[in-house]
T-cell receptor
Framework: GENVEQHPSTLSVQEGDSAVIKCTYS??????FPWYKQELGKRPQLIID?????GEKKDQRIAVTLNKTAKHFSLHITETQPEDSAVYFC??????????FGSGTKLNVKP | AAGVIQSPRHLIKEKRETATLKCYPI?????VYWYQQGPGQDPQFLIS???????DKGSIPDRFSAQQFSDYHSELNMSSLELGDSALYFC??????????????FGPGTRLLVL
């Protein structure tokens, strides 16, 4: 089955700096890659996603890049704010069937 | 807009008891996913249903079973509960045929504590 690896496990940045989280996947058939933000005890919330026919997608301060050849995708958050502090999960899916999650990155944005 | 509803939100059970978790998907969503998330862990896919049929299976223990009913709600039945079953259980839904390119939306979760 699919194996999704995520790095780093923790990331601490100063407010206003950028944060980058990276994921790799193993199954070349995976074609949908969402990113979720999860606050303690709350549900995962989709923040951005990308499909395999697109290399990059941006939504305000958040961007995702996908390299299909290398089988990795990254989340970029610019101008970080304290409210960005949370756990971020990447995931991979083939045609929206089962979703495989990365192990999560705890982002701490220091004011 | 209506969201995924899960009940109960909190549940405390003793070892070897049974538990039933319910999930009500967003209206017109015919696909339901169940996930288990232990403390500090990522969500683990358990099982999914599309149009009342099981569509995929993940790391669901044999002690657990699930089904999707004619109104598209789903129930996760857990028997012979173990301490290690203590976790957050999320349900997610998405439209299947009605919206094949739309992603899943998570419910608020059920926190199960097994004592």
């Amino acid at each position: 089955g699919e194996n999704v690896e995520q790095h780093p496990s923790t990331l601490s940045v100063q407010e206003g700096d950028s944060a980058v989280i990276k994921c790799t996947y193993s199954d070349s058939a995976s074609n949908y890659f969402p990113w979720y933000k999860q606050e303690l005890g709350k549900r995962p919330q989709l923040i951005i996603d990308i499909r395999s026919n697109v290399g990059e997608k941006k939504d305000q301060r958040i961007a995702v890049t996908l390299n299909k050849t290398a089988k990795h995708f990254s989340l970029h958050i610019t101008e970080t704010q304290p409210e960005d502090s949370a756990v971020y999960f990447c995931a991979a899916s083939i045609d929206f069937n089962k979703f495989y999650f990365g192990s999560g990155t705890k982002l701490n944005v220091k004011p | 807009a209506a969201g995924v509803i899960q009940s109960p939100r909190h549940l405390i059970k003793e070892k070897r008891e049974t538990a039933t978790l319910k999930c009500y998907p967003i209206p017109r969503h015919d696909t339901v996913y169940w996930y288990q998330q232990g403390p500090g862990q990522d969500p683990q896919f358990l099982i999914s249903f599309y149009e009342k049929m099981q569509s995929d299976k993940g790391s669901i223990p044999d002690r657990f079973s699930a089904q999707q009913f004619s109104d598209y709600h789903s129930e996760l039945n857990m028997s012979s509960l173990e301490l290690g079953d203590s976790a957050l259980y999320f349900c997610a839904s998405r439209p299947g045929l009605a919206g094949p390119q739309e992603t899943q939306y998570f419910g608020p979760g059920t926190r199960l504590l097994v004592l």
